[in-house]
C-alpha cells in the first residue's frame, strides 16, 4: 500500500498569501494524484486530478504540480473560503490511498 | 444535476452488518462508464477508500476491507449498496457514497451519513 505524507500538519497564512502544500509518495505513482478540499461537516470536493488538472468549477487560483513522489498544490492568492483540510490521494496503484491532511487556518 | 444520498440506520451494534444504501438522481446507476464508490472518515482521522462498483457490475474493493464487504447496484432503484459485515468499533465512521468516469478518484459525492458501532 502507498502511503501519502502531507506537511505541513497545519499551515497558518492569511487572505491573500500563496500557500504551498506537499505531498509525498512511499513509491511513484506517476501522475496519478488528486487533491481534495473538505470543510467541517461538508464532502470532500475534488480540486485537481492527474497531478495539474482542474476539476470543474474550480478557480484558476489553484493549480498541482509534480510526478513520481513529490506533488505540491499552489493555491495563488487565498480567498477566505480556501481555508479548510486539504488531502492528497494517489491512484497509481490500488489500494487507492489519502495523505493525513494540511488543514489551512488563518493567521 | 445528478445527486447523491446515502441513507441507513447511525447505530449497529458490534459483530453485526452495516447496510447503507446511496440512491442517485439526476442520472442512472446503469450509466455507461461510471463508477459508484463508497469511501469512509473515522473520527478524527483521514479518509479510507472502501471500493467500488461499475455500472457493468464489476467490482474492487480496498484489500483490508475486503473479506468483510460486498457493494452491489440495484438498477430498478437506481441505488448502489454497500454492506460491510462483522463490525467493530473500528468501523464508525461518516460514510461517503461517491462517483466519476473514473474508478479512482471522485468529483460526485453526498454529504455522508455518521455510522456508530456500538452495543
Given at each position: 500500500e502507498i502511503v501519502l505524507t502531507q506537511s505541513p500538519g497545519t499551515l497558518s497564512l492569511s487572505p491573500g498569501d500563496r500557500a504551498t502544500l506537499s505531498c509525498r509518495a512511499?513509491?511513484?505513482?506517476?501522475?496519478?494524484l488528486a487533491w481534495y478540499q473538505k470543510k467541517p461537516g461538508q464532502a470532500p470536493r475534488l480540486l485537481?486530478?492527474?497531478?495539474?488538472n482542474r476539476a470543474g468549477?474550480?478557480?484558476?487560483r489553484f493549480s498541482g504540480s509534480g510526478s513520481g513522489t513529490d506533488f505540491t498544490l499552489t493555491i495563488s492568492r487565498l480567498a477566505p473560503e480556501d481555508f479548510a483540510v486539504y488531502y492528497c490521494q494517489q491512484?497509481?496503484?490500488?489500494p487507492y490511498t489519502f495523505g493525513q491532511g494540511t488543514k489551512l487556518e488563518i493567521k | 444535476q445528478v445527486q447523491l444520498q446515502e441513507s441507513g440506520p447511525g447505530l449497529v451494534k458490534p459483530s453485526e452488518t452495516l447496510s447503507l444504501t446511496c440512491t442517485i438522481s439526476?442520472?442512472?446507476?446503469?450509466?455507461?462508464?461510471y463508477y459508484w464508490s463508497w469511501i469512509r472518515q473515522p473520527p478524527g482521522k483521514g479518509l479510507e477508500w472502501i471500493g467500488y462498483v461499475h455500472y457493468s457490475g464489476r467490482t474492487s474493493f480496498n484489500p483490508s476491507l475486503k473479506s468483510h464487504i460486498s457493494i452491489s447496484a440495484d438498477t430498478s432503484k437506481n441505488q448502489f449498496s454497500l454492506k460491510l459485515s462483522?463490525?467493530?468499533?473500528?468501523?464508525t465512521a461518516v460514510y461517503y457514497c461517491a462517483s466519476d468516469?473514473?474508478?479512482?478518484?471522485?468529483?460526485l459525492w453526498g454529504q455522508g451519513t455518521l455510522v456508530t458501532v456500538s452495543s
Open positions: 512511499s513509491q511513484s505513482v506517476s501522475i496519478s485537481i486530478y492527474d497531478t495539474w468549477g474550480i478557480p484558476d491512484y497509481g496503484s490500488s | 439526476g442520472d442512472s446507476v446503469s450509466t455507461n462508464g462483522s463490525v467493530t468499533t473500528a468501523d468516469s473514473a474508478p479512482n478518484r471522485w468529483f
